[in-house]
Structure formats: structure tokens, C-alpha cells
């Protein structure tokens, strides 16, 4: 019976940072030998492919695009070349595949399938804004978007809160750049004083920049520069 290949995850940068800096070479190897791969975004996954190098043109790699409407059926031709022991790459937009991306579903079929999925190091920036915020890493929990509408974000930060006070949980959660500012003002105008919050802003990027102090002292400085750069957010209710 011929071995089966294998799924391999692939984490992408965060920033424009050298890869050198954030993925070991064994998994740049790894990454530049496949020939296909399954990408939310085919053009992102292209630019990773000629940032990392590859031993084959970027022509001659397929890149199947997964979005909101692809059914089981198509994932399941996707990794079809798994049979018979063809390697297929997944990776996100950005960060490691699968946490907080619609990567899982392809990860969650292969495991059905009975294929080997295998998990590579990379940047993960949830993950690292939790390392660097100081807050309670060993309870946590990663919310994803807030509402958009300002006084219902308002009132889900405060749930949050809420049950950060109960559990000693970090909350963690993200919001489209763009909008960053206005999440920031919510938080700090919304959350009790004493509440600790980590600003992570363009993790591994040039103008990375991560502060953790408590909502009171955000509101007596200055706010920091965050319109349409990447940001994690961290807060823990004491």
C-alpha cells in the first residue's frame, strides 16, 4: 500500500519582516518543495512563496483558493493527491493556519480522511502578544471580532470584563485596522481603571510596538498610533 502524504501547516509572517527572523529553516525547506497548496488568498500565499524562495517556479504551484462557499466536496478533491502520497501545504493570510482562520475545516477533514496533518512553527500573533502582555497566560481566551455598532461593543467589552474578573482570564481579541483607533477609545472609555490592557501593535514588524498598563494610564497619556496597522488587544480585570 503506497504511505500517504501529508498536510502540512504552514505558518505565514505577520509583517514584511525577514523570514530568517521568524521561520526556522527546516519549515522554509519544507515549504519551498511543495507543490501544492490550499490559501484564503491566493495572491498573499504567491508573495509568501517568492518571500521564502521555492525550488519551483510559481507558475508551475497550484494554489486552490478556499473562501466562504467552498463545499466538503471541493476541499475533499483538494486533498485528494494525499492518497497517493503527494504533500499539500495550507497556510493563512497571516499567522499560523487554522487558529482564528477558516484553515480548521480543511484540517478537520483530513483528519476524517484519515490523512496526517502536520503542524509547523511559525509566528503565531495571538500567541505572542500573549507572551509579551504580562497578563495571565496560563487562562485566556481569544474572542475574535467585537460588534461594530459602538454602544454594543461597549457592552460585550464589559461582558468580557466581567468574566475576566470571574475567571482571572485574559481576553484577547482583534479588530480590522482601520478601525483600531475606535476600539482603542472604547476600551479605555468603557473598561474599569484598574483593568490591565496590552496593546500589541505590528507583532514582528518594523514598527512593532507592545504596551500593557492599566486603563487609567491609557487615558492619562497620549493614545498610540494605530489607524490601519495590525493590533492585538489584551485585557485582564483584577
Known sequence: MAKTGQLHLIPVGLSDADPAGWLPPLVRQTAARLTTYIAENAKTARAFLKQIGTDHAIQDITIHTLGRR???????????????????????????????????VVVGLAHQLGYQVVPHVG????????????LNGQQFVFHGYAPVEPQARAQQLKSWETQSRKLNQTQILIETPYRNEAMFRTLTGSLHGHTRLCVARA????????????????????????????TLFLYLAD
Open 123 to 134: 509566528p503565531s500573533s495571538i500567541l505572542m502578544g500573549l507572551m509579551a502582555s504580562g
Open 70 to 104: 467552498t463545499s466538503t466536496t471541493e476541499i475533499r478533491q483538494w486533498l485528494q493527491p494525499l492518497k497517493v502520497g503527494e504533500h499539500i501545504g495550507l497556510v493563512s493570510e497571516a499567522g499560523c493556519p487554522a487558529v482564528a482562520d477558516p484553515g480548521a
Open 203 to 230: 507583532v514582528t514588524g518594523q514598527d512593532e510596538w507592545i504596551m500593557t498598563q492599566s486603563v487609567q494610564a491609557w487615558q492619562s497619556g497620549r493614545p498610540p498610533k494605530l489607524a490601519r496597522i495590525p
